[in-house]
């Protein structure tokens, strides 16, 4: 499955940089992240409840961060695996200074489920992970607001 997309971000792109690379931003913003810890530089391991229709469990997982170029682009590798199935994916993230203290976030990738996770269908996959993305968005723009209340 193919993932594309882009979101504006209310923050300087340093700082969104800097949210890709902190576990509790990066965990809150995964709905269903039971934990994220750092266990190398750029790699996390974690676990995940994750429902997909009548599907859901809890899946084990790496997260990698790699090709990074701060504060412009990066390359997130995931790869879990759980009683219902598996997911790994990939994709490309590009961060644009819009020059107003914004930053325009793109990205691609590929993603492949398999097991019990599969058999519920590519429209609804593609639908969930929407749902998800959109949520992540929003929660890092409540980080990146947060961040400028305190300043």
Same mark, same amino acid.
């Given at each position: 499955?193919?993932?594309?997309?882009?979101h504006i971000f209310k923050g300087p792109r340093e700082e969104v940089w800097?949210?890709?690379?902190d576990p509790e931003i990066l965990a809150s913003a995964l709905p269903g992240?039971?934990?994220?810890?750092?266990?190398?530089?750029?790699?996390?391991?974690?676990?995940?409840?994750?429902? @997909?229709?009548? =599907? +859901?469990?809890?899946?084990?997982?790496?997260?990698?961060?790699?090709? !990074?170029?701060?504060? $412009?682009?990066?390359?997130?590798?995931?790869?879990?695996?759980?009683?219902?199935?598996?997911?790994?994916?990939?994709?490309?993230?590009?961060?644009?200074d819009l020059g107003d203290g914004t930053t325009l976030m793109k990205y691609?990738?590929?993603?492949?489920?398999?097991?019990?996770?599969?058999?519920?269908?590519?429209?609804? @996959?593609?639908? =969930? +992970?929407?749902?998800?993305?959109?949520?992540?968005?929003?929660?890092? !723009?409540?980080?990146? $607001?947060?961040?400028?209340?305190?300043?």
């Open positions: 499955m193919k993932i594309e997309g882009e800097e949210m890709f690379y992240t039971q934990s994220l810890k750092e266990i190398n530089k750029n790699e996390y391991e974690g676990t995940i409840n994750l429902r @997909i229709g009548p =599907v +859901s469990g809890t899946f084990a997982g790496n997260l990698k961060i790699t090709n !990074d170029i701060p504060p $412009e682009s990066c390359t997130l590798t995931v790869d879990g695996k759980g009683a219902a199935g598996f997911l790994k994916g990939s994709g490309n993230v590009h961060f644009t691609d990738g590929d993603v492949a489920v398999g097991g019990m996770l599969a058999s519920v269908g590519q429209r609804m @996959i593609d639908s =969930v +992970s929407k749902i998800i993305i959109k949520t992540g968005f929003g929660i890092l !723009d409540k980080a990146l $607001e947060k961040k400028h209340g305190n300043k």
